[in-house]
């Protein structure tokens, strides 16, 4: 009857007293050489620890929360019976050597006994042909819907030929590489039993290739893969996710990377791939209009930067009115196609005469300003060209013209950007509306708006004319399908035909979804609305 094997921490590195956050197996589990046993996480690297032999589970040791370090006792192994195997095996390194190795010559290295797992899939080569390698460096990787392990080499030299390639499958005794000048021990053979693969090299060689994996996360030979398979098994690797959810997310083309964990310490489960899906594809299924997919899947993150190295920082939590305007315009800026118009509206007839409505106004104890009048300006304008009065369908397939005529005004608060409504633009005078957007902007301000305020708005106005600048790109506030930016106003000489003469000229800037509206109808918009502020009469019409 054999021995009971000790299965320990190998040589994990500088890493001392590491976290168990995930054991994998239970007493009386079945587990083969290279399965993974516990999952051990500190604050740099996520690492699975393999058994070191086939066999069954007696009595784990260790639970999750527990600190293991190098040589730590995980669990107690009854080994398979071999029938030639020796008396006794021992996963304890000893100072006995392996075989002398024959003199230099060529090497076939092949899967080793990988227990009852066949046909696994090749998921990363980790060396190049013309490579130098030792004894036990990591080849490949293989993974199955239970584990995923990495193959040593059982030879030392260069490699000649890699008859493998990424996605071909692979069981004990197929070649893996070959390795000219090879030092090797018996192992380079084909192994001829399970109990012969595992004493013929070095005992301590299952550690010697756990420290091999654990190392090859901070650094790791090139693979012999194209670049874009390169990018998308790095994706893999460095996801804190066990082998069996990683290959369920390669098989749904899903960037780990992209996936927020739920399990402990924001490790991903099988569950959040799922929901990582669904939100996708329900995201795309609303932008999708023939462009393609929406939502930003596939972008990867910006990584965490560490400011604390480089000085004294202060973090400060951003308000709620921040965070929801940064999604929103996050959202559209990734699903819209967005275009921007620029253009100048002469504004000196309209501004003499808010002038001379001071006094009227100031008798009504209302203030009127220039952005009123744009506000009537594009409701006219917005009547005369209704496409740009319209929302797009979630499908993609169809508009809804609107009837009504309300526009929002983007307001700059303490809080962060909001935006109140003004309805019913198109049946109220400039006094009317002078008033209720100042009660609006001053409710803005204190916090005081109801949600019902904030909804309903055809088009938007940003106004930065009281702050200054020559143009910007208004982001679209779905779902909209335009928006309209103003800014500071100045005096400017402008050729009436005959001569140069002073004029108030105003930029402006508007952004239009392109799946909707065309340049064409975007300059011909533009012109309309530049020709009804230039003569502020022209409002009457519509």
């Known amino acids: 009857m054999a021995n009971t094997i000790e299965l320990r921490v ?28 516990i999952t051990l996480e500190s604050d740099k690297a996520s690492m699975e620890i393999p058994s070191s032999h086939d066999g069954v589970i007696t009595e784990f040791k260790i639970q999750v929360g527990d600190k293991l370090s190098t040589g730590d006792l995980i669990a107690l192994l009854q080994p398979e019976a071999t029938g030639d195997a020796p008396a006794t095996l021992s996963a304890t390194p000893t100072t006995e050597k392996p075989d002398t190795p024959a003199e230099s010559t060529t090497a076939t290295v092949v899967v080793p006994d990988i227990g009852e797992f066949e046909e696994i899939e090749v998921i990363e080569i980790l060396v190049s042909v013309g490579d130098t390698i030792s004894l036990d460096q990591s080849l490949i990787t293989l993974e199955s819907d239970k584990a995923s392990m990495e193959i040593p080499s059982t030879a030392a030299g260069t490699v000649d030929s890699i008859p493998v390639s990424v996605g071909d499958k692979l069981s004990k005794g197929d070649t893996i590489l070959l390795v000219s000048g090879a030092a090797a021990g018996t192992t380079q053979a084909k192994p001829s039993s399970p109990a012969t693969a595992e004493t013929s090299a070095e005992p301590n060689k299952p550690e010697a290739k756990t420290d091999n994996a654990v190392a090859s996360q901070a650094k790791r030979p090139q693979p012999a893969a194209s670049p874009t398979q390169k990018i998308a098994d790095e994706s893999y690797r460095k996801a804190h996710a066990s082998p069996a ?40 299924g609303s932008a999708y209009s023939g462009a393609g997919m929406g939502g930003g899947a596939g972008i990867p993150p910006i990584p965490e930067v560490d400011f604390t190295q480089f000085g004294e920082i202060e973090r400060v939590e951003m308000s709620r009115i921040n965070v929801l305007t940064a999604e929103n315009l996050h959202r559209s800026w990734l699903n819209l196609p967005m275009v921007t118009h620029h253009d100048d509206a002469d504004i000196t007839e309209l501004e003499a005469f808010r002038q001379s409505i001071k006094k009227e106004a100031a008798d009504k104890n209302v203030r009127v300003t220039g952005l009123v009048f744009h506000i009537k300006a594009l409701a006219a304008t917005l009547k005369e060209f209704p496409r740009f009065n319209s929302s797009l369908a979630p499908d993609g397939q169809s508009l809804f013209y609107k009837k009504y005529f309300n526009i929002g005004i983007a307001v700059d ?70 928006i309209l930016g103003i800014t500071r106003a100045k005096m400017q000489p402008v050729w009436d035909g005959s001569e140069f003469k002073p004029r108030l000229m105003c930029p402006l800037d508007i952004t239009y979804d392109h799946r909707v509206i065309d340049g064409a109808d975007g300059a011909r918009f533009m012109a309309h609305y530049c020709n009804v502020v230039t003569d502020i009469r022209k409002m009457l019409l519509y």
């Open 10 to 37: 190998p040589d994990i590195g500088d890493f001392d007293t590491v976290e168990v956050i995930e054991v994998l197996v239970s007493n009386g589990d079945k587990v083969s050489t290279d399965q993974s046993l």
């Open 245 to 284: 959810v990683r290959k369920f997310a390669r098989q749904l083309g899903v960037d780990l990377l992209l996936v927020s964990g739920s399990g402990r310490k924001n490790r991903i489960l099988r569950e959040d791939v799922q929901e990582f899906v669904k939100s996708t594809m329900s995201r795309s």
């Open 413 to 482: 608060t303490p809080a962060g950007l909001v935006v109140p409504v003004l309805t019913d633009v198109d049946k109220k005078n400039i006094f009317q509306l002078s008033e209720e957007m100042t009660d609006l902007s001053s409710r803005a301000r204190e916090k005081k708006l109801k949600p019902s305020e904030m909804q309903g708005a055809c088009m938007t106005i940003s106004n930065l004319g009281g702050i200054g600048g020559k143009a910007f790109t208004p982001i679209i506030n779905p779902p909209e399908v335009a």
